[in-house]
């Protein structure tokens, strides 16, 4: 009889187990809320976070040998971004939404500082500019104030050295500048459609 129940007892608990492992298997989550979802590594250390903080969502992910977050996603009031960093906590690359609600794209050296920005432009139009290793502008590329193109150069200290473009004309202009800015030669073309090349000494 004893054995009789405990079999019986067995069967009852094998069939329940059976159960309660299908329905594992097929369950299903339709809708899951959290306010913050962390993730860590096999270790238990935090390697990424989701979340939200206040009106800002977020996501990102970092290695262990990073003291910051190597890539972060962030929705924030004043615009998305998505930010690269380096094993040293750099920013090296960020893709987002600058101050006038355009598109922008950096890049830093290994030491955080600028080297190339590619973004709209707020009067209309797009434009690439070039840093030097002081984070100093010394080539910008894009479209000027008449929708036309040019370029521009700068030297060490900050001081436009050639433009390089169209004209109020809508025709070529060159401009060469000295060391601190002020126009040397001009090539052009005057209202008449002729060329026209002037030199200034002083």
Same mark, same amino acid.
């Given at each position: 009889?004893?054995?009789?129940?405990?079999?019986?007892?067995?069967?009852?608990?094998?069939?329940?187990?059976?159960?309660? $492992?299908?329905?594992?298997? *097929?369950?299903?989550?339709?809708? +899951?809320?959290?306010? #913050?979802?962390?993730?860590?590594? @096999?270790? /238990?250390?935090?390697?990424?976070?989701?979340?939200?903080?206040?009106?800002?969502?977020?996501?990102?992910?970092?290695?262990?040998?990073?003291?910051?977050?190597?890539?972060? $996603?962030?929705?924030?009031? *004043?615009?998305?971004?998505?930010? +690269?960093?380096?094993? #040293?906590?750099?920013?090296?690359? @960020?893709? /987002?939404?600058?101050?006038?609600?355009g598109g922008s794209f950096l890049l830093n050296d290994r030491n955080g500082v600028s080297s190339l920005r590619m973004s709209s432009l707020s009067q209309g139009g797009g434009g690439m500019t070039v840093f030097n290793l002081r984070g100093k502008e010394t080539v910008f590329i894009g479209t000027n104030k008449i929708n036309a193109g040019q370029v521009k150069t700068y030297n060490g200290l900050g001081s436009e050295t050639i433009f390089l473009g169209t004209d109020q004309n809508d025709a070529g202009l060159l401009s060469v500048n000295n060391n601190i800015g002020s126009s040397r030669a001009v090539i052009g073309v005057d209202q008449s459609g002729k060329g026209v090349i002037n030199t200034l000494v002083k």
């Open positions: 009889m004893n054995h009789y129940f405990t079999g019986f007892i067995s069967a009852v608990i094998l069939t329940t187990s059976f159960f309660l $492992f299908v329905g594992a298997k *097929k369950r299903k989550i339709d809708n +899951l809320t959290v306010q #913050k979802i962390t993730i860590v590594d @096999n270790a /238990g250390n935090q390697v990424g976070e989701i979340g939200s903080d206040r009106m800002d969502s977020y996501f990102w992910l970092k290695s262990l040998k990073s003291k910051k977050a190597g890539i972060e $996603f962030s929705s924030k009031r *004043k615009g998305s971004s998505l930010v +690269l960093r380096n094993l #040293k906590g750099k920013e090296i690359v @960020n893709v /987002g939404i600058d101050k006038d609600n």
